[in-house]
């Protein structure tokens, strides 16, 4: 009986540094890679965000702008759809945009419903990084957005255009 009962024991010692080496391992792995699951690095994004940020203006003035966000995967994880609305006290903007991502690269489509412009999408994809550009007939801007966990930074570069840079700091769920 003392050899099964140090058998057990060791058997025990044994699960329970194996999952103790699970659970470090996992704390080591990147958070986002998680999320997305499938392989899609739109997989962690679905799901309303709201936030502020700043408008920097071709004449040089900035304000400060309220945002929300709404992202839903079509048809699987690799095909997303946003709606982003954002306000200031004298500029509006609401973008749409449906995008596909396909191994690494992303292409698509957006429009600006206040302006009544809209044109393509395309760029890239890894991680937590979405990188794209948005071209039109009038209107090219450079996006980056970055997503870690329940926080999003998004930053749009438009020179040459009213709206010369948006910055927007997102959170999952917030009011």
């Known amino acids: 009986m003392g050899f099964l009962s140090r058998q057990s024991t ?17 704390l080591l792995v990147s958070p986002g890679l998680a999320e997305r699951g499938a392989g899609s690095p739109f ?42 609305s954002c306000t200031s006290d004298s500029y509006k903007f609401e973008l749409r945009s449906q995008i596909t991502y396909d191994g690494g690269a992303i292409s698509g489509n957006w429009d600006e419903a206040t302006r009544g ?8 994809a890894t991680g937590s990084q979405i990188r794209a550009r948005a071209e039109g007939q009038t209107f090219t801007a450079i996006l980056a957005m970055d997503t870690r966990g329940t926080k999003q930074s998004v930053s749009i570069q438009s020179p040459g255009s009213e709206m010369s840079s948006v910055t927007i700091e997102l959170a999952r769920g917030s009011r």
């Open 117 to 124: 412009v809209g044109g393509n999408i395309t760029g890239t």
């Open 43 to 84: 997989a962690a994004l679905p799901g309303a965000w709201t936030g502020t940020g700043t408008i920097a203006m071709s004449n040089g003035t900035k304000e400060r702008i309220r945002c929300r966000a709404a992202y839903r995967l079509e048809g699987g994880s690799a095909n997303l759809r946003l709606e982003l």
């Open 10 to 26: 060791r058997g025990l010692r044994f699960a329970v540094r194996q999952a103790l080496f699970l659970g470090l391992l996992s």
